[in-house]
C-alpha cells in the first residue's frame, strides 16, 4: 500500500485516528493537506501548504512523515510549539498508528546546562545573592535532570542572570577538550538526533546550522529525507539574522571577562591580563561613545564609512582600536595556548572578533544591507536581503548523502500570503516552483464573528488616536467583562494605551488591566485565560509584538480582539529601506507588493487570536479608517477572514451584546 493510501486510511472515519483519539473528526481540509504531504515525500520537491486555523495541519503533516519510514526532520518558529510536538502530538500519533518511531529534541546550546561553566560560575566574583541562590537550585536540579534542558527546570525564570553563566555559546565553548565533554549534555542530545528516525528542531537552531556548520546538524542534515517546516511565516525573518554577519559590544565584553578570568586562573603573571581585558573594555565603550546621543531601540542605515548620524572620524578610529586591542589580546594569548584549552578557544575568539572588526571596516557585501542597532548594547549587523540564494543553494540544491532520491521539503503556516501563489512567503524564501496549496479554514467565520472599522476614530496619526482606542478598549470590555485583547503596532502605542487604561482602572473590582512587560508573557496569558474567576476580575489584556501570534485563547476568555492601527512595516528601518530600494530598482510597486503585503499577513495574524475552534465567537475591531476609506483597504479586508460585516456602531454595540446574552460554555449570535 503507498504513502498517500495510508494516510487516506488513517484519517477515515473508524481509522486510526478516530480510534486512538476521542475528539477526532474527519475533516476534508485536513485529509487534502495530508494527501498533498504523502505526494511530496514520496515524489520529492517542494510543497507549500497555507492551512487556515482550525484544519489540524499538525496531524495533516505528522501523519504521512510517521508513516513514510523515513528520517524526518521537523522544525518550528518557537520553543513552545518544539516542546508540544516532541512531548505530546508525536507520541500519541506513534501510539495511534502502532509504530515504532524514536524521537528526539534538538535545541540550541544557550537551551542546556553546561557542566562545565556551572563548576566556573561558582568561583565568578560577581555573583550577588540572589544570583548565588538561583545557581545553588541549579546545581541542585543537575544532579537528577537527564536532559539538562532548562527548560524543565521548576522556577526558573527565562530572564534570570544566572542562565548565561550555566550555558555555552559558540564562541566559549571548549568542545572536545572540555573535562565534561563525555557527559555533555548538548552532545547527548546530538548522538539521540542522529539515532533518532524522527528529529524536532527550531528555524534558529536549522539557520544557525546553515551559517555556521557548527550545531549538529551539519552531521545530522545530510541523513535526513524529509524535512518539514511549520509556522514557516517566520523563516524568511529568521533566516536573515544568521545568514549575515553581526559583531555585539556585549559579544566583546564577554571575552574581555573570560579572558580575565581564564588568565588568572590559569598563567596569572605570565602576561599583563588586567591591561589586556581592560584595553578590549574600554575599547568596546569607546565604540559605543562614538554613536552619541542614541536612543535606545534606535536602527541606524550604514551605506558609507559610519553609520547615518556618526561622525566618520570618530567612528574609523574606535572601530580600529578595538581590532588593534582583539589582535593584542590573541598575540598575548598565543604565548599561553598550551597551558590549557580554554586559551586555545579565547584565541580563536580573539581572531574571529578581530576578522569580523575588519570585514566591518570595509565596505558591506553586494546584496546585503548594513544597520546598526543602538541599545544598552551596540549591534553591527550584516545581512542580506532575503534568504532566497540560501535556500536555493544549500537546502533544495544540496546533496543528500542518505539517500539518491531527492529530498521533501514540506513548508506550512496558516498565515504565508494573500494571492494564489503565496508570493509573501515564496518569493523572498525561493520557492518560486514549489506546489502551491491553499487548504480553507472549516470554521463558519460569517456566524462566528464580526468585523467592525470604527469611522469615527482620529486617523493613526492624529493626536488622540491611542487615547481613542483605549477608551473603546474600556467601553467594550466593560460591556462583556473584561474577554478583551488590544493588540497594538508599537510599543509607544502599547505604553499610551496600557498606562491609560491602568490609570482607569486602578484597583477596580470589575476590570484588571494587563500590559506586556509587566510579567512574563506566559504569566500574562495564564492570568488572561482565568478570566474572572474565583473572585478575580475579568482581564484586558494590552500587547504587541509577539503577542500578534502564538497567543491560543479559545473558549469565552476572549471575545474581542482590538487592533489599533494597519500593521505596515516601519519604512525608515534599513532592511525595509533596502527592499523597497531593491523593488524600485526592479521597476515593481514597493508599496503594493512590499508593504500592503507585509500588512495583510500580519493582520491575518493579529485577527487569527480572535476564533480558534468551532464553537468560538467573537468580534474583531481595527481601529484604522484606512481599512474602510483607501483602495487598499479592500485588499486588506479580503485577506481577513470571512467575518460578517458590522458597518455601524449600533451593529458593534449589538455584536457585544449578543455574546453577553449567550451561556458561558457556548456564546452564540442571537
Same mark, same amino acid.
Given at each position: ?13 473508524? $481509522? ?24 511530496? =515525500? ?176 551539519? %552531521? ?16 524568511? %525573518? ?56 542614541? $536612543? ?7 551605506? $558609507? ?81 532575503? =534568504? ?198 526592479? $521597476? ?61 456602531? %449600533?451593529?458593534?454595540? %449589538? ?16
Amino acid at each position: 500500500m503507498g504513502l498517500q493510501a495510508l494516510a487516506l486510511e488513517a484519517f477515515a472515519p473508524g $481509522g486510526a485516528l478516530e480510534r486512538a483519539a476521542e475528539h477526532f473528526r474527519p475533516r476534508s481540509g485536513q485529509t487534502e493537506m495530508a494527501l498533498a504531504v504523502a505526494r511530496t =515525500i514520496e515524489s520529492g520537491g517542494a510543497l507549500v501548504v497555507e492551512a487556515g486555523t482550525g484544519v489540524g495541519k499538525t496531524f495533516s503533516y505528522l501523519v504521512p512523515a510517521l508513516l513514510c519510514g523515513e528520517k524526518v526532520l521537523l522544525s518550528t518558529a518557537t520553543k513552545t510549539l518544539q516542546d508540544q510536538l516532541y512531548g505530546r502530538d508525536l507520541p500519541r500519533l506513534a501510539q495511534a498508528l502502532g509504530l515504532p518511531v524514536r524521537t528526539a529534541l534538538l535545541k540550541g546550546r544557550g537551551s542546556y546546562l553546561c557542566l562545565h561553566r556551572m563548576e566556573q560560575a561558582r568561583h565568578d566574583a560577581g555573583l550577588d545573592r540572589f544570583g548565588e541562590r538561583a545557581l545553588a537550585k541549579v546545581e541542585e536540579w543537575a544532579k537528577a535532570t537527564r536532559t539538562g534542558d532548562l527548560a524543565e527546570m521548576p522556577g526558573l525564570d527565562e530572564r534570570s542572570s544566572v542562565i548565561p553563566l550555566v550555558t555555552s555559546t559558540r564562541e566559549n565553548c571548549l568542545g572536545s577538550q572540555c573535562p565534561k565533554f563525555r557527559s555533555c549534555h548538548v552532545n547527548i542530545a546530538r548522538r539521540d538526533a542522529l539515532a533518532a528516525d524522527v528529529v524536532v528542531v527550531n528555524h534558529h537552531l536549522f539557520f544557525a546550522d546553515l551559517a555556521v556548520r557548527e550545531s549538529g546538524m551539519a %552531521e545530522l542534515l545530510p541523513t535526513v529525507r524529509v524535512a518539514i517546516f511549520d509556522e514557516a511565516h517566520q523563516l524568511n %525573518e529568521t533566516g536573515v539574522q544568521f545568514l549575515g554577519r553581526q559583531l555585539g559590544t556585549g559579544q566583546l565584553i564577554d571575552f574581555a571577562r573570560d579572558m580575565l578570568a581564564a588568565g588568572l586562573q590559569h598563567a596569572r603573571g605570565l602576561v599583563d591580563w588586567q591591561h589586556l581585558a581592560g584595553a578590549v573594555e574600554r575599547a568596546t565603550r569607546d565604540l559605543r561613545l562614538a554613536v552619541g546621543r542614541q $536612543g535606545n531601540g534606535t536602527r541606524l542605515r550604514w551605506l $558609507g564609512r559610519a553609520p547615518d548620524e556618526v561622525r566618520e572620524d570618530a567612528w574609523e578610529g574606535a572601530l580600529g582600536e578595538l581590532a588593534r586591542t582583539l589582535e593584542e589580546a590573541r598575540a598575548g594569548l598565543d604565548t599561553v595556548s598550551e597551558l590549557s584549552p580554554e586559551f586555545v578557544r579565547l584565541h580563536e575568539r580573539a581572531a574571529a572578533l578581530a576578522e569580523r572588526c575588519d570585514q566591518f571596516q570595509r565596505r558591506a557585501a553586494e546584496g546585503s544591507v548594513r544597520w546598526l542597532d543602538v541599545g544598552t548594547q551596540l549591534r553591527l549587523v550584516e545581512s542580506p536581503l532575503d =534568504i532566497a540564494e540560501a535556500v536555493q543553494g544549500k537546502m533544495l540544491g544540496a546533496k543528500n548523502d542518505a539517500e539518491p532520491s531527492r529530498r521533501s521539503w514540506i513548508f506550512t503556516s496558516a498565515t504565508l500570503g494573500d494571492d494564489e501563489r503565496l508570493s509573501w512567503f515564496t518569493e523572498p524564501c525561493g520557492l518560486g516552483d514549489a506546489e502551491v496549496r491553499r487548504v480553507a479554514s472549516p470554521f463558519d467565520y460569517p456566524s462566528q464573528a464580526g468585523v467592525y472599522v470604527p469611522r469615527e476614530m482620529p486617523r493613526p496619526s492624529e493626536a488622540g488616536h491611542s487615547e481613542a482606542v483605549a477608551a473603546l478598549a474600556a467601553e467594550s470590555a466593560e460591556r462583556l467583562g473584561g474577554r478583551t485583547m488590544v493588540l497594538t503596532t508599537t510599543l509607544r502605542a502599547l505604553r499610551t494605551i496600557g498606562e491609560a487604561l491602568q490609570r482607569r482602572y486602578e484597583g477596580s473590582p470589575a476590570l484588571e488591566v494587563l500590559v506586556q512587560g509587566q510579567w512574563p508573557k506566559r504569566r500574562l496569558i495564564e492570568r488572561f485565560r482565568e478570566g474572572a474567576t474565583h473572585g478575580a476580575p475579568g482581564c484586558l489584556l494590552v500587547a504587541s509584538a509577539s503577542f500578534w501570534e502564538g497567543v491560543d485563547v479559545p473558549g469565552d476568555e476572549l471575545q474581542l480582539v482590538i487592533i489599533d492601527k494597519l500593521p505596515f512595516p516601519p519604512p525608515n528601518d534599513p532592511l525595509v529601506e533596502a527592499r523597497t530600494e531593491r523593488l524600485q530598482s526592479q $521597476g515593481r510597486n514597493p508599496f503594493n507588493e512590499y508593504f500592503v503585503a507585509e500588512a495583510a499577513v500580519a493582520l491575518k495574524q493579529g485577527a487569527g487570536r480572535l476564533i480558534r475552534r468551532e464553537t468560538d465567537k467573537g468580534v474583531l475591531a481595527v481601529c484604522d479608517t484606512r481599512l474602510a476609506t483607501m483602495s487598499y483597504g479592500r485588499r486588506l479586508m479580503a485577506a481577513l477572514p470571512p467575518m460578517r460585516r458590522l458597518e455601524t456602531r %449600533e451593529a458593534y454595540l %449589538e455584536a457585544l451584546a449578543a455574546l453577553t446574552r449567550t451561556s458561558t460554555t457556548a456564546p452564540a449570535w442571537t
